[in-house]
């Protein structure tokens, strides 16, 4: 791949079902060594879309984990074989003794005194041999993953080409589970990439699955929902409670942090920053810098490296300091993982939870309202909703067009709150939404000062970055979206019930559909 002229990147990028991402290429003139010199901000700057992004670098690191892995088998096989065949025969030693004098024994026993370490190294090796291909076979499955044999009714179905029913789809979510844990040695914790090839894998083979191109999202929500059903009955194993302090909760899991609630001083404590200074925290800083440009990053040395520099971040927030400079020392807050943790730091709320529960509990009330009935995102909504009978998706599209109407339920001004298929306009936090009810083409970034700040995955955690933005860079709220954001916020922070709220809303929107004359 080092010695690749263009056209053969692109060639390759045709076969890997990345041809969308050729005239990019040819242009920028990116040859086989250029990809392989590819970092994550290049891959974010050449390719747009989150999805192949993931796919490219996934591909650029197996292909270096593959030629990492065959150098050292050859290192071992070629320090191997000279070797051993020395050290099982004794005629040689007894020649060299024999034909040669004191001051040539000497040598030559030095020489096999040398030899003995090298010997004792390379058996060394050999022994690690298997663990080497364990670990290159875990790595390597997704390249050439094969779907498990199905049972014999599930293949009958298959074989007809039918729409499998509910219980279908669950028997063969539960077996691509299954398959995927074996791969994985046991683990419950897939990649991304991984639920990718494997989503991919099976709408491959067969293709009507795929239902008029939407899914891929289904089955990919099924499989991970099926993931967390499993990991749900160990939530007191280590792993899981590890990944939930990291994590925090997501929807269908329970509500109550079981390791944050049950003994917050203790969570206080491991959470309040070290006081460093001078060379100290410039090695933190640098350090940061170094990590972020990483692909494969050391994502617990972040969190305790962002942990022992939140002093001196806040007070250049407080200062009032140019966010470029911010984000040059700290480019982590570009992360939305990071943004909420630094967000839960300051208040100890989790965003992202609190944000699923406001658009499932109210996105079904926002919708009735007459005041967003003739609205343009309604209608795009309704129009939508016609080529859809999945549940989920129906969700989706109305949690996603709850969000966006937020600001016409207040009365306040949307392009404070999202540009839906437009250019942003305004220096405050702001969401960018194109295709917002296209399940394959939908895009969110938080957008702040003009520039994009970060890529989201959904209408969900793009409401909670904004909410965040605010807090975390101490910006203050515009007049004309004040009463949508307030509405947020007493929600996260739980200043009142949700059927308080809920009855606030009605009364406003009485106010609106009946103004007094």
């Known amino acids: 791949m080092e010695n690749w002229s263009v056209d053969q990147v692109c060639n390759w990028l045709r076969q890997r079902n990345l041809g969308e991402l050729v005239p990019k290429f040819r242009e920028e003139e990116v040859s086989g060594?250029?990809?392989?010199?590819?970092?994550?901000?290049?891959?974010?700057?050449?390719?747009?879309?989150?999805?192949?992004?993931?796919v490219l670098m996934d591909l650029i690191n197996k292909y270096q984990q593959q030629k990492s892995g065959l150098e050292s088998l050859t290192y071992c096989c070629e320090k191997a074989s000279p070797k051993i065949p020395e050290v099982i025969s004794g005629d040689t030693d007894r020649q060299m003794s024999n034909s040669s004098g004191p001051v040539e024994q000497k040598k030559y026993l030095c020489s096999t005194e040398n030899e003995g370490l090298i010997d004792q190294r390379v058996l060394k090796q050999k022994k690690n041999l298997r663990s080497f291909f364990t670990r290159y076979k875990m790595l390597q499955w997704t390249?050439?993953?094969?779907?498990?044999?199905?049972?014999?009714?599930?293949?009958?179905?298959?074989?007809?080409?039918?729409?499998?029913?509910?219980?279908?789809?669950?028997?063969?979510?539960?077996?691509?589970?299954?398959?995927?844990?074996?791969?994985?040695?046991?683990?419950?914790?897939?990649?991304?990439?991984?639920?990718?090839?494997?989503?991919?894998?099976?709408?491959?083979?067969?293709?009507?699955?795929?239902?008029?191109?939407?899914?891929?999202?289904?089955?990919?929500?099924?499989?991970k929902d099926r993931f967390k059903y499993v990991r749900r009955p160990i939530e007191d194993d280590e792993q899981v409670l590890r990944n939930k302090c990291k994590f925090g909760h997501r929807r269908g899991q329970t509500r109550k942090s079981s390791f944050a609630e049950k003994n917050p001083d203790e969570v206080h404590m491991q959470e309040a920053p070290v006081h460093l200074e001078g060379s100290a925290m410039d090695a933190h800083i640098k350090w940061l810098k170094q990590e972020y440009m990483k692909t494969q990053r050391n994502w617990k040395e972040v969190d305790n490296s962002m942990n022992v520099t939140i002093e001196i971040r806040r007070k250049m927030i407080s200062d009032k300091a140019p966010l470029k400079d911010i984000l040059r020392l700290f480019p982590f807050l570009r992360c939305p993982y990071q943004l909420f943790r630094e967000f839960q730091l300051l208040t100890h709320m989790d965003i992202y939870k609190k944000t699923v529960e406001i658009l499932e509990i109210y996105s079904e009330n926002i919708l009735s309202l007459y005041v967003v009935r003739n609205n343009p995102i309604?209608?795009?909504?309704?129009?939508?909703?016609?080529?859809?009978?999945?549940?989920?998706?129906?969700?989706?599209?109305?949690?996603?067009?709850?969000?966006?109407?937020?600001?016409?339920?207040?009365?306040?001004?949307?392009?404070?709150?999202?540009?839906?298929?437009e250019e942003v306009k305004v220096a405050t936090p702001v969401l960018e939404v194109k295709n917002p009810f296209n399940v394959n083409s939908c895009e969110f970034a938080l957008f702040v000062e003009r520039e994009e700040l970060a890529q989201l995955d959904d209408c969900t955690m793009a409401l909670a970055a904004l909410v965040a933005a605010f807090h975390v860079f101490d910006i203050p709220c515009p007049k004309r979206i004040h009463r949508t954001l307030n509405f947020l916020e007493s929600l996260v922070f739980e200043v009142r019930s949700p059927a308080s709220l809920s009855a606030q809303i009605k009364r406003e929107m009485e106010v609106l559909e009946y103004p007094s004359i």
């Open 143 to 223: 390249s050439s993953y094969t779907l498990p044999d199905f049972p014999y009714d599930v293949k009958c179905i298959l074989a007809e080409k039918k729409c499998p029913d509910h219980s279908m789809r669950i028997r063969i979510i539960e077996f691509l589970q299954a398959d995927m844990t074996k791969y994985l040695e046991g683990s419950l914790y897939p990649n991304s990439q991984q639920y990718n090839i494997v989503v991919n894998a099976l709408l491959q083979a067969y293709p009507f699955l795929d239902e008029d191109g939407n899914g891929f999202l289904l089955w990919k929500r099924a499989l």
């Open 378 to 421: 309604n209608i795009m909504l309704q129009e939508n909703l016609k080529r859809h009978t999945e549940e989920d998706i129906l969700k989706y599209m109305k949690m996603t067009a709850a969000c966006l109407l937020l600001p016409d339920v207040f009365g306040d001004d949307s392009s404070l709150f999202a540009a839906v298929n």
């Open 33 to 54: 060594a250029a990809l392989l010199a590819l970092n994550d901000r290049m891959v974010q700057q050449l390719v747009k879309k989150i999805g192949h992004q993931a």
